[in-house]
């Protein structure tokens, strides 16, 4: 039979509303936190970033939240615009020397104009 | 800006062919990474190189090998090429924790 791929989450929005993409991980000892946006086509690109001594960082738009607690990390966009369609990826930097970039699975946000 | 560039957008290749993957970056960045990329799945890493000729396996080297010849070139070979390793291939370079990806390789095996 015919086998069923795996499914990026999506997030569809109206054009001028808030978005919350919303991320887990799960090694507590990660303390870089990253988002990026990959538009169909490119390489994914830094949008901002939060260290684990912060639970807060703003930047044009947009707003990483950081709660260790739980391990979750979300990205907020204010005001999303079409241009703001794409895939978004957060990723972790371990507590190691390594820098390795972890990433997770990726949220697909679409914007309704 | 930093530069990450990929020689190949798009490439297809037959089952049991060599392929090289072959990724420039131009600000002396020590630190570059091979990704694929699978719907669903992410980004997953297959190789990193913290210098030259140095290299240290990703979570999924299996049926890939690296090259890193020199600082700002790092070359990502597929010795019998198969058709689960059509996919997105991503470069990176980094300096610390400052990331910056190429603009990606999509490989067809056929």
């Known amino acids: 039979g015919e086998s069923v791929g795996l499914h990026l989450p999506t997030l569809s929005v109206q054009e001028g509303d808030n978005s919350i993409i919303n991320c887990a991980y799960s090694?507590?000892?990660?303390?870089?936190f990253i988002w990026y946006k990959q538009e169909s086509g490119k390489g994914p690109q830094f949008i901002i970033d939060i260290r684990s001594n912060m639970d807060k960082r703003q930047g044009q738009r947009v707003t990483v939240l950081l709660n260790k607690t739980v391990k979750h990390l979300s990205l907020q966009i204010a005001a999303t615009q079409p241009g703001d369609s794409a895939v978004y990826f957060c990723?972790?930097?371990?507590?190691?020397?390594?820098?390795?970039?972890?990433f997770g699975s990726g949220t697909r946000l679409l914007v309704r104009p | 800006d930093v530069k990450v560039t990929q020689s190949s957008r798009y490439l297809v290749k037959r089952t049991g062919e060599k392929v090289f993957l072959e990724c420039v970056q131009d600000m002396d960045h020590e630190n570059m990474f091979w990704y694929r990329q699978d719907p669903g799945l992410g980004l997953r890493l297959i190789y990193f190189s913290y210098d030259v000729k140095m290299k240290e396996k990703g979570d999924i080297p299996e049926g890939y090998s690296v090259s890193r010849e020199k600082k700002e070139r790092f070359s990502l070979i597929l010795e019998s090429a198969s058709t689960n390793q059509t996919s997105m291939y991503l470069c990176?370079?980094?300096w610390g924790d400052g990331y910056t990806f190429g603009s990606g390789t999509r490989l067809t095996v056929v």
């Open positions: 990176a370079s980094s």
């Open positions: 990723a972790e930097i371990r507590g190691d020397s390594s820098y390795k970039l972890i």
């Open positions: 090694n507590s000892a990660s303390d870089y």
